[in-house]
T-cell receptor, first 113, second 112 residues
Framework: DAGVTQSPTHLIKTRGQQVTLRCSPKSGHDTVSWYQQALGQGPQFIFQYYEEEERQRGNFPDRFSGHQFPNYSSELNVNALLLGDSALYLC????????????FGPGTRLTVL | RKEVEQDPGPFNVPEGATVAFNCTYSNSASQSFFWYRQDCRKEPKLLMSVYSSGNEDGRFTAQLNRASQYISLLIRDSKLSDSATYLCVVNRPSTNAGKSTFGDGTTLTVKP
């Protein structure tokens, strides 16, 4: 039973660039949520995708966008990168719109120079 | 004020000690509650759900007090392997989807 997978594991970008992060949910899950975790803080909710639509969004600017594909996998895109975007980006999956227990992927560590 | 607040610690305890973590939440519409464990530079992993009646899983006991909007986690007979950051998570359903709000975590170090 495959768990949540994310790619890449690490990424280094410079200010102003754009980045795309990818996530495949746990087998049987149809809902994907993205979180940003800065050093020393808890994960902060970015948005959630269900049925290929963004269902809820946290307090993140429009530079953060996403997509969910018919196979339930998801992408997180961040445009015009800032130094403050450096963080661990976590993907979590669950079922039915997201009120159940979430399972997290290993994360993508993004460094913006 | 943050929606979910935890004492950041760190808690430094000897092996065998009993340690308790607290978490408060501000939104009374919150409906489900969890404790996650996060090891250094790893992803959070579910430790246990928290129910109003309280629940126990081996050395771990979780309690929920809805009236006081307070969650607790008790670890008995601490092991070296319990060293980690413990995250309190509160879910608040919206019209379309659940939303998880995490605390910033409490760091536990268990020493020999």
């Amino acid at each position: 039973d495959a768990g949540v997978t994310q790619s890449p594991t690490h990424l280094i970008k410079t200010r102003g660039q754009q980045v795309t992060l990818r996530c495949s949910p746990k087998s049987g899950h149809d809902t994907v949520s993205w979180y940003q975790q800065a050093l020393g803080q808890g994960p902060q909710f970015i948005f959630q995708y269900y049925e290929e639509e963004e269902r809820q969004r946290g307090n993140f600017p429009d530079r953060f966008s996403g997509h969910q594909f018919p196979n339930y996998s998801s992408e997180l895109n961040v445009n015009a990168l800032l130094l403050g975007d450096s963080a661990l980006y976590l993907c979590a999956s669950n079922t039915g719109g997201g009120t159940d227990t979430q399972y997290f992927g290993p994360g993508t560590r993004l460094t913006v120079l | 004020r943050k929606e979910v607040e935890q004492d950041p610690g760190p808690f430094n305890v000897p092996e065998g000690a009993t340690v308790a973590f607290n978490c408060t939440y501000s939104n009374s519409a919150s409906q489900s509650f969890f404790w996650y464990r996060q090891d250094c530079r790893k992803e959070p992993k579910l430790l246990m759900s928290v129910y109003s009646s309280g629940n126990e899983d081996g050395r771990f006991t979780a309690q929920l007090n809805r009236a006081s909007q307070y969650i607790s986690l008790l670890i008995r007979d601490s092991k070296l392997s319990d060293s980690a950051t413990y995250l309190c998570v509160v879910n608040r359903p919206s019209t379309n989807a659940g939303k998880s709000t995490f605390g910033d975590g409490t760091t536990l170090t268990v020493k020999p």
